[in-house]
Structure formats: structure tokens, C-alpha cells
């Protein structure tokens, strides 16, 4: 073969090969993962060889401009193919008309009926549509002392009125208490638990109904006249009822599947969950979400489906929820779960089914982070009634 012909082939191989190279989608995706152990290259090198034409450019974005920047970069015009997302940004970014709707993709998608149950309920956008995919998830449940319990011969609740006797039983004050309420900020839905499982809804008459407004009294009543709730609850935070449950200085409390490994290497068996009591005969926990979505401005959407599905499936969803703590969305990797003890990973997966988002507004942003607390603290320390603080709660909801 003469060297004109081999270069020919050669230039001819190089010039293929760069087409092909060309050819193969870029999927740029954003994300936010404060843990050193960061399993998305891993994660980028395992689609990219089953998927050889299409390439991933996952960047690390930091939590507090995630999205101040995504926001910017929507407006700009240099948003991100995909990304993770909560739902509080949602009616904004549906406003913006930012978002692709996935619903269709998401029933086409053989990983479905694999995603547990409530999910895809939970994370619907305002007018109905699916724009988000769930990728991880925590919902609160009850936290108690199980050798504490064990000691007064209790069992956990599973009614309101079984939690009060046993709040009431496992008082020894001022050394016990039976409940550690967070009355300071990112309380209320504790709160929640026993207020809204009772019918109280964030919507005008939906606080200040006569049922509303009693179980908010019997939440206030625990800590003025059955004294189960420490007396520093008004100012205590997220710190504080964690400190005094690991200290004895209360036998339940009310956080998520995040704080399980903390109490478990603080108390090993002495510590177990079970889900919210029943209160009039319903439950209702908060949901704490995490999901993807696809950008309606990229131009590469079949390939950015492909891999926040693939993120949402099986043994990948696992391993990425590895890194962040939280828990998986599919059954699957649920039923085999190893980053938290078996009983809060149970506790968990029996809270979906009940849990619940708030109204996504405006007026609910002001009630989570300045209006309960206030409100609450002014209740719990007789400076309002429990009517006077659902008064000025349901005013944020006035239409």
C-alpha cells in the first residue's frame, strides 16, 4: 500500500472519530453535595459507558449560592441542562417557565414502579404537572428512649392520647421530661404532627376552626399544665432537643432519619422510633425533599432524562444517597438499606404514605421561617391564647 494511501486512511479514521466525538450530547448538571466522599465521578464513569454518546459535566455547586446562581443562570441564558431542586423553588421556577414537564417520561419509565409509594404525589407542581423526579427524601418521625420506656413498662405510642400518658408517666421533673418540643425556629412541623393530623389546613378558616384551634390548646396544654415539655421549649432548637434526648432529659422527640446514627453512636439500643401517633384518628408527618429536574432551555433533554433516571434507579440511587445521608426512593434499595439501622429506615418507609408538603406560597415561606416561631413562643408562654396565635398564623393565608 503506497504512504499517500495510508495517510488517507488514517486522515479518514481521525476525521470519523472526531465526528464521532462531536457527535455525543453534553448533559451539563448541577448539584450540591457537602460530603467529601463524593460518589459522582463514579457515578459520571458508569452512564458515560453505557451511554458512550452522551457526556456528563456534573458540577459541585455550594449549598449557599446553589440558587442564587441557578436563578442567574436561567435568566442569563446559561442554565444547566438538569439539576437538583426542591420543592419550595418550584412555583418559581414554574413561573419562570423554567421547567420540562416529565410526567409522560416518568410513566414510560420501566424504573416507576419501582420509586415508593407517595413520592410522585408529593412532589406534583402547582397546576397538577410532574416536573420533578425524586432522587432522596426524609420524613419525621417519633424518636423515644426505649430504656426509658422499658423502665415504666411503656410501649411506644401510637395514639395521641397513649403519647400523653406516657409523656405524663415519663416525667420525673426537673431531672425528665416526656417530650422535647422544638418551640424555636424549624418547629413547626413537630408541631405539625398534632395539628394538622387534626384537620388544621394552611388556608383562610383552616387555623381558626374549633378543632384547630383545640388541638393547637392541647399541644400548649403538655407544656403549661401537664409541665411533660421542658421549660426552656419556647427558645429550643434543632441543638437542644437533640442534647437532651441523648441526655435523658427526655423520653421522645421528633426529628428524621438524619439524626439516627448521631443517637445511635451517642446511645446504641437505647434509642428507637416508630411512626407519628394518630391524633383523632389520622397521622401526618412532614416530608423533606430532594428531586431533579430537566430545564426547559436545554437543548439536550433525552439525554438529560436518561441520566436523572439513571441517577433515580436501583443501585445508583443508593450510592448517591450515600453521600448526602438522607434515604433512597426506591423500594429496592429501601428493602436493603445499610447507612441507618434497620428500625429508623422502617420508621421511614411507614411515615411515607401519610406524609405531607405545605402549600407552596409565598405567605407559607413566612409562616416556616419567622411566623410559627413567634407565634408559638408567645402562645406557649401565656402572652396569647391558642385561638389569639391561630389568629395570626391563618392572617398570612387571608385571600
Sequence with gaps: ???????????????????????????RFWYHFDNPENPMSDLVAKFEAKNPDIKIEAENV????????????????????AGMVKLFAQPRLTEMGALEPIGERINAWPGKADLLDNLLELNKGPDGQQYYLPIQYVVLYLYYRADLFKQAGLNPPTTCEEFRTAA???????????????????????WGTFVFSQGA?????????????????????????DKVIPPSAPNDG??????????????????????????????????????????AGNQWT?????????????????????????????ENNVAFNKATGQMT??????????????????????SLPFAHVLPQSTATAEFVNTAWQTSMQQALTGQITSQQMMEQLESLFAQ
Aim: charged fraction near 20%; charge should be positive.
Design 1 to 27: 500500500m503506497s504512504i499517500l494511501k495510508k495517510l488517507s486512511i488514517c486522515a479518514f479514521a481521525a476525521g470519523l472519530a472526531v465526528s464521532t466525538a462531536n457527535a455525543a450530547e453534553t448533559v
Design 62 to 81: 455550594p449549598w449557599n449560592s446553589y440558587y442564587d446562581n441557578l436563578y442567574t443562570s436561567l435568566v442569563g441564558g446559561n442554565a444547566p441542562d
Design 168 to 190: 405524663q408517666k415519663l416525667t420525673k421533673a426537673p431531672d425528665t421530661y416526656g417530650f422535647g418540643l422544638r418551640g424555636g425556629k424549624g418547629g413547626w412541623d413537630q
Design 201 to 225: 389546613e394552611l388556608k383562610p378558616g383552616g387555623l381558626t376552626n374549633a378543632k384547630a384551634v383545640a388541638a393547637n390548646q392541647w399541644l400548649i396544654d403538655l407544656f403549661q399544665k
Design 238 to 279: 434543632f441543638q437542644e432537643i437533640v442534647a437532651a434526648f441523648k441526655a435523658g432529659k427526655t423520653a421522645m422527640t421528633i426529628h428524621h432519619i438524619g439524626s439516627s446514627n448521631d443517637l445511635v453512636k451517642a446511645l446504641g439500643d437505647k434509642v428507637s422510633a416508630v411512626p407519628a401517633p394518630k391524633c
Design 286 to 314: 412532614s416530608y423533606g425533599d430532594e428531586s431533579l429536574a430537566i430545564f426547559s432551555s436545554s437543548q439536550v433533554k433525552d439525554a438529560a432524562w436518561k441520566w436523572i433516571s439513571f441517577l433515580a434507579e436501583g
Design 329 to 350: 426512593v426506591t423500594k429496592s434499595g429501601a428493602e436493603h438499606w445499610t447507612l441507618h439501622e434497620r428500625r429508623f429506615v422502617d420508621a421511614t418507609v411507614q
